[in-house]
């Protein structure tokens, strides 16, 4: 049998095909809107899905470009294929409109990223889908929660904000017992760190906008998983057209060659920045799976082979202090997003997730006075400098 690659090695080799046209090294940006058939026949055949090939470029396989990145992620997350997307919400919305429908019931975990939670709170229930918000970190309420009618369950783990995690390989489980699809947004940890589909689940998405582009300057949403599945799911790709712009796709190739020494340097520079603030009397408390305090450290150990770059934590004197923390802050820039080169800081109860309803907020962790940290590639010395000025001029 031939020896599987590494995920480095694969990083910067997979699905790289040299162009056989020109002998171009990096996979070229087909900057095109449609394709040429050969012949009546073979354009027929396009669209009768009797014969593979490139058809009109929002419909799947979209272009080369877009199908040399899907191929990559797919093979990085262990999966048969992938689909790009224009946004991680675009992802989780084709994800969402393929598997369910009206009288169905989605299971999501309740800690997850704002626009979710609105998606799946007050879009998916008026196409008569039925949602349960549940504390996925307990594997006993996803037992609890589950129907009949019950056909998805979406995770995210480690969870936006609050970093707290859930048993992939346990839930992907009962999922399959039930017949329900198990997904799991990976943006915070990436394929490099965790593979879901490897745990059991059938779909390991990433909004490409954070660790998998890198570099904070696109948008975009990646799937893996199996081939029946992205069969399926391409009619609704091609129908509701959230595909992901050519030159994004070009970069997101460029960026994954990185990622495997981008997330090492996230991750070391997390670790010692967490440890930094648990050190220090102004901070109430640090959320990190890479910290012994947090309370599913072991679960992180587990199914984790690293922490990544996310954190949050709460500085003492709540909301107040928490802002002119993030006003004080020189080197970090306050700023949504994340998985970006420079470390962002942001305040979740008023920015992303300001949509989630306070009740919901509270019973769910995020406080108001939580701030979370994407940390950077920068020297680790120079973030740790710079917040702790900042913490010292509150
Ligand atoms: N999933 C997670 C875990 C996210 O954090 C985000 C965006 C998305 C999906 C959606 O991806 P997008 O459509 O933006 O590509 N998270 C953001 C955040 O925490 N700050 O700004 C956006």
């Known amino acids: 049998m031939e020896r599987e690659l590494k995920f480095a090695t694969k990083c910067v080799h997979a699905a790289e095909k040299p162009d056989p046209v020109f002998g171009a090294h990096t996979t070229p940006i087909f900057q095109t809107s449609t394709f040429i058939f050969e012949n009546a026949r073979q354009g027929a055949a396009r669209f009768a899905k009797e014969e593979s090939g490139y058809v009109y470029t929002r419909i799947p396989p979209n272009t080369p470009t877009h199908a040399v990145l899907a191929e990559k992620f797919a093979e990085l997350e ?10 991680g919400m675009a992802a989780i919305t084709a994800i969402a409109l393929t598997t369910l429908k009206q009288g169905d019931h989605l299971i999501s975990t309740d800690v997850i990223y704002g626009c979710t939670f609105s998606l799946f709170s007050e879009v998916l229930p008026g196409l008569g889908i039925d949602v349960s918000f549940v504390d996925t970190s307990d594997i006993e309420n996803v037992k609890r929660a589950i129907k009949p009618e019950t056909k998805m369950v979406f995770l995210e783990t480690p969870a936006n904000p609050t970093l707290i995690l ?41 909004s490409c906008t954070k660790y998998i582009g890198g570099h904070a300057d696109l948008l975009g949403g990646i799937v893996a998983g199996n081939k029946d599945f992205m069969n399926r ?55 990190y799976p890479g910290l012994t305090s947090h309370p599913q450290h072991e679960l992180a150990r587990k199914q984790m082979s690293g922490f990544s770059g996310m954190l949050s934590f709460e500085v003492k004197g709540g909301i107040e202090a928490g802002r002119r923390l993030m006003d004080n802050v020189k080197l970090c820039s306050l700023a949504v997003s994340l998985g970006a080169t420079d ?41 740790i400098e710079d917040l702790k000025q900042a913490l010292e001029a509150i």
Request: with cysteine.
């Open 343 to 383: 470390t962002l800081i942001q305040h979740p109860a008023l920015m992303t997730h300001a949509c989630v309803p306070l009740a919901v907020r509270k019973r769910i962790g995020i406080t108001d006075g939580l701030v979370r940290l994407s940390v950077g590639i920068e020297d680790s010395e120079d973030i």
């Open 78 to 87: 262990g999966g048969e294929a992938g689909q790009t997307f224009a946004s």
């Open 166 to 206: 859930c048993d992939i390989a346990e839930i992907a489980g009962i999922a399959r017992e039930n017949g329900a699809l198990c997904v799991v947004d990976n943006t915070f940890a990436t394929p490099y760190f965790q593979r879901p589909l490897e745990l059991g689940a059938d779909l390991s998405l990433s």
């Open 233 to 287: 799911m391409s009619l609704v790709v091609g129908y509701t057209g959230g595909i992901m712009g050519l030159h994004e796709a070009w970069l997101c190739i460029r960026g994954l060659k990185t990622l495997h020494i981008r997330m090492d340097r996230h991750a070391e520079n997390a670790m010692k920045v967490a440890e930094f603030l648990e050190s220090r009397p102004e901070v109430e408390w640090v959320r």
